[in-house]
């Protein structure tokens, strides 16, 4: 039967849990890229259609418009 000291030593010993902790972290890197992306994406979406509906509206040319 393992002592407490034991099962310590060999819980700190295995490396499978790290590669759970490294999953974790490579998920939020992901995770984090994709929000960013698709942050950027949605403005550069408002933009296109805020210059279609000022378009629309005025009957000028297109002009990008840049969204907050």
Sequence with gaps: MMTL???????VKEEEGLTTVEY???GSLIAAAVIT????????VCGVITGIKTTLETGNDYVYA???
């Design 5 to 11: 000291k034991e099962k310590l030593i060999a819980f």
């Design 37 to 44: 992306a698709f942050d950027d994406l949605g403005a550069a």
């Design 24 to 26: 974790a972290v490579a």
């Design 66 to 68: 840049a969204c907050a």
